[in-house]
Every structure is written in structure tokens, then in C-alpha cells.
T-cell receptor, first 112, second 114 residues
Framework: DQQVKQNSPSLSVQEGRISILNCDYT??????FLWYKKYPAEGPTFLIS?????DKNEDGRFTVFLNKSAKHLSLHIVPSQPGDSAVYFC???????????FGTGTRLKVLA | DGGITQSPKYLFRKEGQNVTLSCEQN?????MYWYRQDPGQGLRLIYY???????QKGDIAEGYSVSREKKESFPLTVTSAQKNPTAFYLC?????????????FGPGTRLLVL
């Protein structure tokens, strides 16, 4: 039972264009969401987070959007750069717990 | 320069052998975690510790053991009971271990079975 789903295993985008990575979840009680970026053979690096009380959070080229009614969040990267090529994981936290439930990841390739 | 270190980067295990993966952090974080990543899967929680001398099982704790004798250190032992240990193991930490905190990850250890 996958509670956090990233249905696109891979995505290719031209340099300078927008990358949109999607994440769906099943538990409406999740109250905190994070996005991580991961290069091969390295640990994930925290990118951006959003609380369930917000619908948007922005940090430089990265913006996360949360649609609670659709149980959907997305990460927008504008403009995309070749260095953004990595695997991106979304993670969700049930309230009152220490846990994060991770999606399976989306491999982003930014083409120069 | 604060961070999380994991060693070794690669580890080989023989059949029936226990191996221990090291995780050290100098971020002064109370909480530490161990995750396992398999190809095409998300990170799955093995064990978690919120304070020294206390830890709880995660979703896939069978075949693993941990200790938390010091705040900075959270070693993971992969025992011979773990029948499919080949994976990428990630250690993480957060300030207090409450929901909503950002978890910071180490570089990982890849465990391979000979």
C-alpha cells in the first residue's frame, strides 16, 4: 500500500524550461511534506518543504505547490539547469509522528 | 563544518556474517534514523532513535539491530538473519525527532553480499 506515489519514474526537460515533478498521497492527515534531491551513490539533500496549512512555498528556483483537496503536491523548477539532473523524492509526515513516508522517486534529466 | 558521516562507503558481507555500519553526526541533533533504499523504491525506515539509550523499530527492522550509547553515534548492525541485505543504507538526523522536522542525510553505505 503505497501512501506516497510518484507515478512518473523519469522526466526529461530542456535546459531553461520548467520542470514539474508530481507527487500524490492517500492520507489526508499528512501535515508536512518535503522534497529531496539525490545524486547517485550520495545521500538525499533537502530541497524545500511545505506545511499542510499552506498551498505554496517558494525558494529561489524551486516552488512547491500543495493541493489538499486533490491530495497532490508538485515541485516546479524554473529555469531548469543541467545540475538539476538527479532523482527527486517527495516525503510526507503523518501528524504526531517522527516518520516520513517517501515516494519512489522521479529521475529528472535536464538536457543542455 | 557540521554534517553526518557514514562509513564505510562500500561494505561486503559474507553469508552468515554480521556487519556494522557506522553513522556519526556533529549537528547536535537528538534524533537519528536508518533507512534502506532498494532500486526503484523509496526510502524505508529501519530504526529510529529520539534520545540516547532509546530507539524504536521502523517498518523493516527484522534482521537489523542498533545502539545509541552516544548522542553523536547510531551504528546499525546487519545480522545474518537479514536474508536480503544488499541495498544502499542511509543514516539521517533531525533536531528533536518530531513530525515536520527536516531530516538531514549522510552519504550512504552500499552493502553487497559475497
Amino acid at each position: 500500500d503505497q501512501q506516497v506515489k510518484q507515478n512518473s519514474p523519469s522526466l526529461s526537460v530542456q535546459e531553461g524550461r520548467i520542470s514539474i515533478l508530481n507527487c500524490d498521497y492517500t492520507n489526508s492527515m499528512f501535515d508536512y511534506f518535503l522534497w529531496y534531491k539525490k545524486y547517485p551513490a550520495e545521500g538525499p539533500t533537502f530541497l524545500i518543504s511545505i506545511s499542510s496549512i499552506k498551498d505554496k512555498n517558494e525558494d529561489g528556483r524551486f516552488t512547491v505547490f500543495l493541493n489538499k483537496s486533490a491530495k497532490h503536491l508538485s515541485l516546479h523548477i524554473v529555469p531548469s539547469q543541467p545540475g538539476d539532473s538527479a532523482v527527486y523524492f517527495c516525503a510526507a509526515s503523518p501528524p504526531g509522528t517522527y516518520k516520513y513516508i517517501f515516494g519512489t522517486g522521479t529521475r529528472l534529466k535536464v538536457l543542455a | 563544518d557540521g554534517g553526518i558521516t557514514q562509513s564505510p562507503k562500500y561494505l561486503f558481507r559474507k553469508e552468515g556474517q554480521n556487519v556494522t555500519l557506522s553513522c556519526e553526526q556533529n549537528l547536535n541533533h537528538d534524533a537519528m534514523y536508518w533507512y534502506r533504499q532498494d532500486p526503484g523504491q523509496g526510502l524505508r525506515l529501519i530504526y529510529y532513535s529520539q534520545i540516547v539509550n532509546d530507539f524504536q523499530k521502523g517498518d523493516i527492522a527484522e534482521g537489523y539491530s542498533v545502539s545509541r550509547e552516544k548522542k553523536e553515534s547510531f551504528p546499525l548492525t546487519v545480522t545474518s538473519a537479514q536474508k536480503n541485505p544488499t541495498a544502499f543504507y542511509l543514516c539521517a538526523s533531525s533536531k528533536q525527532g518530531w513530525g515536520g522536522e527536516t531530516q538531514y542525510f549522510g552519504p550512504g553505505t552500499r552493502l553487497l553480499v559475497l
